[in-house]
């Protein structure tokens, strides 16, 4: 990939953030919500000027590692990472209970997966453990080195790994990652109190474990085996239901990392020691200090030299980059997108329960407000491409199975009143907004996170689209949510919520399954459906080990899932990191099979270069 040239010239007009100009320009001011354009994009001529509106920037125009910079690394140094939200981080510090991306954020400094993956996300013999897999392709068995051990001096053993199979197993367990372990031979059993122990898992010895799954399947080597291990000499005492409030986790956790944790800030600030242990071998580095910046102040916080690592938004990057001459962005196409859900129903003895009477349940309204909002204009007006406007429920950041040639939901507000027309929505009292077919109100809540300053112009700009074809939506509440209040609410199945704007990580393997099926709690929608299930259960079988035939289900699965439009993709993403000039040898955590590693990274001055 080519560095970004800071000089680059700006060749076209930058459009307004305000939001009501972009609804306007969007949605054409038509009082019945008609389309002044015939639904075609919103993204064409522009109106003053003639020039057709491009993006600014493009993700072909960043690196991926932050390198050598011509001086030599220094003996030890510490650095600040800035973690950058508007909210206090969880501080559910252990692989196996975390939910928020910022707890993940926090454990990736001090804990890791045993096996590494190459830049396609498939399992290598490059990590903590390698491993054998017989001729079936069912049975693997893992060896974990001899020289890895935990933070506190105790090995890492066989039993360790195992122990976090039981754990997610527990009936008591209060987490939502069972489902990374349900193609285990006997847990499910072993989950439902059928069984006293988990069939598939074998202990040979102290560093040697071998699982048995239910089937081959192509997602075992694609990321789809769970490899974080809990240090059962610590966790085996307390009950499961209590480890997650633990001090063990919230408090003092440990891990196996290049680095180890000092001391903890709860919600605040995280500051790591260096693990002379590590097994990779001792860390550059003494200290890694991470805090948490709000988005509003992280510019000046890396112009001052205050943080020498961010995840940087991509929504003030325009602003930004010119005057950030100390730092060198890095960029990935992020294995993320955000969507809008619609809430269907609730979440009841670890199944989604779909509600068909909800209003929210019926498919015409849905299709009609996916047809109503423009995404491909909000990123480019907001995010100035280095957001997209998406497609399938499948990111191209799996390229080998994200379908281009489906097209999804385009801007076309015509299309929308019409499918509501002919479903029987119609503006019964005159107020501007339809009635359900029944005649009965509609009015909807939208559910949106807080956080950045385009978040709140960019739920505006959604409510006034879906007004203009005359659906009445309002904020929740009447505000943005919290991060934390916002996922606490969606995991609840809160019925107050009918839509919302969530964003999702999709994780390596490319199978959806733990976001879209039936029993995953993450299917914060709560819509179920045979269909999708069996598609979902094609994916991972053992006819799917041939790739182009796993290409083939994943293409209906789009398709399908395009035309029952539980949820729709609303923009991929391009993800920023800012790095200190005088910081070397790193990349994003997000990056696959760069092979930089953490005890690598280094500081060449003692102090973090400021801007000019």
Known sequence: MKKFDRTKKKTVLLASTTALVLALAACGGDSDGGSSDNGGSAGGDNEETGEEEEPLFSIEDFEVIKGENGDDIIDGGSINVALVTDTPFEGTLNYNFYQGTYDAQILQWFDESLLAVDENYT???????????????????????????????????????????????????????????????????????????ISGLNVIDDKTLEITFTEANPSLLASGIWTYPMPKHIFEDIPVAEMESSPEVRENPIGYGAFVVDSITPGEAVVFKKNEDYWRGEPNLDEVVLSIVNPQVITQTLEAGDADIAVFPTDLYKDSYENLTNVEFLGITDLAYTYIGFQMGTWEDNQNVFDTEKQISDIELRKAMAYAVDNERVANQFYDGLRWGGTTLIPPSHPDYHDESIEGYTFDQDKANQILDDAGYEDVDGDGFREDPNGDELSLNFASMSGGDTAEPIATYYTQAWGQVGIKVELLDGRLQEFNTFYDRLEAADQAIDVYQGAWGVGSDVDPTGLWGSSAAYNYTRWTDEKNDELLAQGVSSEALNVEKRQEIYKEWQEYMVEQVPAFPTLYRAELTAVNNRVVNFAPFRASGTEVYLNELGVTADSAETAN
């Open 123 to 197: 399992y290598t013999q490059e990590g903590a453990a390698t491993f054998e897999i017989n001729d079936d392709g069912d049975v693997f068995t893992f060896t974990i080195g001899d020289n890895v051990n935990w933070s506190d001096g105790e090995p890492l053993t066989a039993e360790d790994w195992a122990f976090s199979f039981e754990v997610l197993g527990d009936e008591e367990y209060p987490g939502v990652r069972f489902t990374e372990a349900s193609n285990i031979e006997g847990f499910n059993e072993y989950r439902e109190g059928e069984a006293d122990e």
